[in-house]
């Protein structure tokens, strides 16, 4: 009995969204979808370490509650609430601050991003359609995969229910920049917390445009090294899944660059009058010709506080931009038109 009342101490008992200054001097309300899973884990034991957070909202198909009981004894601030089953998504979600969601079916060998759509837009509609009715003023930070399609079938649903805020609709496109960091830092042998390279577009294969000309400190590959080194940012995800051998996908680090950049909109909804919070993620955005575009971004109380747009590229990053775009404008499409289809489906 007293396991159970501390797991769901908090559960109901947040105030309703608040306006600005109202996030400086209370704990926040983060919520996990897909909890259980080789992301959701790790994920939400990193968080369960925020210092930030009061409330740790748990959800997943089933097995929440074992997942939940063991991140319950640890000794840090958040207290856990795990939910499950077809009515617990709308309860963990409940007047969340922060929704991340690494719900969804993973890659197996053979398989590419897209190969996901089918089974994965599911999850994208029935998170759009709890957020819209019980926290819409929470920010939206997807992991599901093909991320350049959910993002778009997300928003389209949003603004159907009319609760669309195009600064609080993330696709986490952290982890390629924490490849792109770890890579150049690897050549340059130097730490990689001190590399700082934007990583621009969608996040699959050759939408993934790392700008190693921007990198600090200076990457002076030659032609060849370069074109190396971004074909193995691109392709970082299907290293990660050969070397599993069919036992999963990038669990480990997906969860450590989902954690920090939870955490960055934390530290935005915080406010932080010496430091600047920039991340780059996958977002609405007029910057290039395609709808959604991952650019660096100003994370502030409300979400985008400003997209930065395009960093100054070279000659061979602006010829790489111009052949991704068409690819990124066929998925944001397909995503839209999925979107649409779904209004009813997930009712």
Not at 20 to 40: C, D, H, T
Not at 90 to 107: E, N, Q, T
Not at 301 to 307: D, F, I, L, S, Y
Not at 311 to 336: H, N, T, V, W, Y
């Amino acid at each position: 009995m007293f396991l159970a009342s501390r797991l769901l101490t908090h559960v109901g008992k947040l105030p309703p969204k608040v306006q600005q200054l109202g996030y400086i001097n209370r704990g926040l309300k983060v919520a996990v979808v897909g909890s259980v899973g080789g992301i959701g884990q790790p994920l939400s034991l990193l968080l369960k370490q925020n210092p930030l957070i009061s409330t740790l909202s748990l959800y997943d198909i089933k097995n929440t509650t074992g997942v939940g009981v063991d991140l319950s004894h640890i000794n840090t601030r958040a207290s856990v609430c795990p939910f499950e089953g077809k009515n617990g998504l709308k309860k963990a979600m409940d007047k969340a601050d922060i929704v991340v969601i690494p719900a969804g079916l993973p890659r197996k060998p053979g398989m590419k991003r897209e190969d996901l759509v089918d089974v994965n837009a599911s999850v994208a509609c029935e998170v759009a359609f709890a957020a819209s009715e019980v926290c819409p003023g929470a920010m939206l930070a997807f992991i599901t995969n093909p991320i350049n399609v959910i993002v778009p079938i997300v928003a389209t649903i949003l603004k159907a229910k009319g609760t669309y805020d195009p600064n609080r609709l993330f696709g986490v496109t952290t982890l390629d920049v924490v490849r792109a960091q770890t890579f150049v830092a690897d050549i340059l042998n130097v730490d990689p917390q001190k590399v700082n390279i934007p990583v621009i577009g969608g996040h699959t294969g050759r939408t993934i445009l790392p700008i190693l000309s921007q990198c600090d400190p200076p990457y002076k590959g030659t032609e060849k090294e370069r074109d190396a080194l971004i074909q193995r940012i691109q392709n970082a995800g299907t290293e990660v899944v050969n070397a599993k051998d069919g036992l999963g996908s990038a669990t480990l680090s997906m969860a450590y660059a989902a954690a920090q950049f939870v955490s960055s909109l934390i530290k935005g909804i915080k406010g932080s009058k010496d430091e600047c919070i920039v991340e780059c993620a996958y977002v609405e955005s007029d910057v290039t010709e395609a709808e959604f575009f991952a650019t660096p971004l100003i994370l502030g109380p409300q979400g985008v506080k400003e997209n930065t747009g395009l960093p100054d590229l070279d000659d061979d990053e602006r010829q790489a931009l111009d052949c991704m775009l068409p690819i990124l404008k066929e998925s944001i499409a397909k995503g839209i038109k999925l979107g649409e289809g779904m209004m009813s489906s997930c009712a």
